[in-house]
């Protein structure tokens, strides 16, 4: 068999030029070993971007879910909630859609969450459902709605009851301060509404300020200087006045803490347990 | 003889693409680097890290680790950058990879505020007989990171030791003759509450602060002289001491702000401007 060079030299020509997508290195078996890795070194974006790009050449929804993995755990919901809702593999389904369900707890977007209780989709497997029921449990902890305890800690595994069983603890009896109280507290003895609210050396500083002040306005009132008198008394009725006011947001930044502190909580333990998502046993 | 150009078209084909496989690796790196000179960091990142992947004898090793860390800089990833350079410096076959690495490393350094450890790397390199030629650069990059701290004296310092930086060295000169001496604002105001803030233009707020003093000042001698000990004892320390300190705190305060001014300025024309090799 004899070739022409000229053919030869332009059909080396054609295979050297036709362009990037032929490369060995981006044939649809390379792009997925790359993405595996990607995604296992926790470079999800980019791991997200392969796999899209497998399944624009495939149309294989396993993909697609790796994709939409890929892009949750990057945090670009949105691309991984419209993915998950595409998903139209009846084995891959239960979780695509709890993992939507999940997108949608994270964003806050409560409504759509709830409608989950009604997809029929996700309810066809037990273990889909019993990560979005978790995932409810917590909502209704977030949301004060009325709580029925044991059917709440029912779904959790033994390993987290505990610390359920802590959260509602806190609903129940969350140790608030009134406000009413501390600012009476503090207009009969200054400070006092500061301690009250646990703000010990504030609650000191006041009484020793309003007091000192107090005291300086009678001496300069009794030594004959009536303005430095007038001048101390209407620095110690500010600093009491002040510390009315103080007492009053004392309570209040205390209660806000008690529930930031309560929400930052519950945050840490569904970062923790990554929202009930399973571990799909991607990167072993 | 249609049959005989079929096969060999496959078999071209097919050797061309498995046979010289150092080929694909090399278009890969090519196409990484074209979209690492567009601009397309976040593109480019991936291609190299593809790069990586497939390089089982790393041959690429350096150049893709030293280009990415180089689009993580770009983005603004300094961190990244750095792990990046140092992964380079890993790789590097040759002194001058492991000084452009180290480079680039005290570069981001520079750019993220860690002068420290930016200063202590350049000290390292000084040290190096390897590097013993580089002496300039290295005090250039000195230079750059006194800039960074604000400490522009030492920054004229440096560039006035090396003969392409003297414009740099005239600006830190200038910058540093601009500046306001925060100590010796906090000192006279220790003397003359309020003059601190005269020396660093806030007439106003001196004003205030010399009035404040001379109001309780006197109320505190006052008190002393009539033998209201207490009283005396009293407003010296809730009112005298705090106006007096809070204005020693004000002066200092006041010409940290100016000179934060004066760099910002000199910082934006050098960012902007400046033409020279920058961090």
Redesign the interface.
């Known amino acids: 068999?004899r070739?022409k060079p000229t053919?030869?030299l332009i059909?080396?020509f054609f295979?050297?030029i036709s362009g990037?997508e032929n490369?060995?290195?981006h044939s649809p078996q390379?792009i997925k070993?790359?993405a595996d890795?990607?995604f296992c070194d926790k470079?999800y974006l980019?791991a997200a971007?392969?796999y899209e790009k497998l399944f624009s050449i495939s149309k294989v929804d396993s993909f697609l879910f790796l994709s939409s993995l890929a892009y949750s755990l990057s945090r670009n919901y949105n691309s991984a909630a419209s993915g998950f809702s595409r998903i139209s593999d009846l084995s891959l389904k239960p979780d695509a859609k709890f993992e939507f369900y999940k997108i949608k707890f994270i964003q806050e977007d409560f409504e759509n969450f709830l409608s989950g209780e009604k997809d029929s989709d996700m309810k066809a497997e037990e273990q889909s459902l019993k990560r979005y029921l978790k995932l409810k449990g917590i909502f209704s902890l977030m949301h004060n709605e009325t709580l029925n305890e044991e059917v709440i800690l029912n779904t959790f595994q033994t390993d987290e009851v505990e610390t359920i069983q802590k959260f509602f603890g806190f609903k129940k009896n969350p140790g608030i301060k009134s406000e009413v109280a501390a600012g009476l507290l503090s207009a009969l003895i200054p400070g006092t509404g500061k301690i009250y609210t646990e703000n010990f050396a504030d609650g000191l500083m006041a009484f020793l300020?309003t007091g000192?002040?107090s005291?300086?306005s009678y001496?300069?009132f009794k030594?004959g200087h009536n303005f430095?008198g007038w001048l101390f008394a209407g620095l110690g009725g500010l600093f009491y006045a002040g510390n009315i006011y103080g007492s009053i947001a004392s309570a209040q930044i205390f209660n806000a803490k008690l529930n930031i502190d309560f929400e930052n909580s519950l945050k840490i333990f569904l970062e923790e347990k990554k929202y009930f998502s399973p571990d799909y046993g991607l990167c072993k | 003889m249609m049959k005989k150009i079929f096969f060999a078209f496959l078999l071209i084909i097919v050797f061309n693409k498995t046979l010289f496989p150092q080929d694909e690796l090399k278009e890969q790196f090519q196409f990484a680097n074209k979209l690492y000179e567009q601009g397309k960091y976040f593109d480019a990142i991936t291609e190299f890290k593809r790069l990586q992947f497939f390089d089982e004898k790393r041959e690429y090793e350096f150049i893709s680790n030293f280009l990415i860390g180089k689009c993580y800089k770009e983005g603004a990833k300094l961190s990244d950058a750095i792990f990046y350079f140092s992964k380079a410096e890993i790789g590097a076959a040759s002194s001058q990879q492991i000084f452009d690495s180290r480079i680039e490393v005290i570069k981001s350094n520079i750019l993220r505020k860690t002068i420290s450890r930016a200063l202590k790397m350049i000290d390292e390199l000084k040290a190096d007989e390897r590097f013993f030629r580089k002496k300039d650069t290295l005090i250039y990059w000195s230079g750059w990171a006194y800039i960074i701290n604000g400490e522009w004296d030492k920054a004229a310092e440096q560039f006035s030791q090396v003969s392409f930086a003297n414009s740099l060295a005239d600006l830190c000169d200038s910058i540093d003759s601009e500046s306001y001496s925060v100590l010796f604002a906090k000192y006279i105001s220790y003397i003359i509450p309020g003059a601190g803030q005269f020396y660093t233009g806030n007439f106003l707020s001196g004003l205030l602060s010399l009035g404040w003093n001379v109001l309780w000042g006197y109320t505190t001698v006052n008190a002393f002289i009539e033998e209201r000990i207490f009283d005396g004892f009293a407003v010296a320390n809730f009112l005298w001491l705090r106006f007096y300190s809070g204005n020693i705190q004000n002066a200092e305060q006041f010409a940290l702000i100016k000179n934060l001014e004066i760099s910002n300025k000199a910082l934006d024309y050098l960012q902007y401007q400046f033409s020279g090799l920058k961090p």
Request: proline share 0%.
């Open positions: 068999m070739i053919v030869l059909l080396i295979t050297r990037q490369f060995l290195l390379k070993q790359f890795f990607l470079d980019r971007e392969e300020s000192i002040f005291y300086l001496s300069n030594a430095r």
